[in-house]
């Protein structure tokens, strides 16, 4: 796919609109899931895949190839997703779990086997909840990290590329970002990675 990436960069640096449209149809999902993960919300993803395919489009002369394409357009994508992010952080403050339920574990992590599927749908939603507050939590940087090593499945060192740090550097910020999540999530159960 990489060799598929350099040859339409190449033909969308020369001005050829239905390249660049290749590239945009070929990485816009995982950019929208990236995204998507890191705002939590559909309009807000939808918004930061637009302005990541704007940017890069505006930026594909300066592209030095030094990278993949992938992981400069999912730079991108983090940049304007921290972007977002930090502009409405005066506004909207991190999501808290409520300490009544951070204290008492949710029942399937007692009793699994005898809740209904409706219990089980229940508890299963709980969980996501919880995850998004725990992501919440996050700062931009350690979401970034987190979201594209953990459900993105990148290597350290596209992490890195797309945060523009070191490799220790960005080990460290999704040793981080596992640590706050794990403390963040342990009231759900023990056996929470």
């Not at 050829?16 to 807000?44: C, K, P, Q």
């Not at 970002?177 to 023990?190: C, D, H, N, Y």
């Amino acid at each position: 796919m990489e060799g598929n990436d350099a040859a339409a960069v190449a033909r969308a640096r020369t001005g050829d609109r239905e390249a660049f449209r290749e590239l945009v149809e070929r990485h816009s999902r995982h950019i929208f899931r990236l995204a998507y993960r890191m705002t939590g919300n559909e309009e807000d993803a939808e918004d930061v895949v637009q302005e990541t395919f704007l940017r890069a489009y505006r930026g594909l002369p300066r592209f030095e190839g030094k990278a993949s394409f992938s992981t400069w357009v999912h730079r991108i994508a983090a940049n304007c997703a921290i972007d977002l992010m930090r502009r409405r952080l005066p506004r909207e403050a991190p999501l808290e779990i409520e300490r009544a339920d951070a204290e008492r574990p949710p029942a399937f992590v007692q009793e699994p086997n005898s809740l209904s599927a409706p219990e089980r749908r229940f508890f299963a939603s709980d969980i996501r909840r919880r995850v998004a507050q725990a992501l919440g939590s996050l700062s931009p940087m350690e979401r970034v990290a987190f979201v594209l090593r953990h459900f993105e499945g990148k290597p350290i060192a596209e992490v890195a590329q797309a945060l523009d740090v070191r490799a220790g550097a960005a080990k460290n910020c999704v040793f981080r970002a596992v640590s706050k999540l794990r403390r963040e999530l342990a009231a759900i159960g023990p056996e929470m990675p």
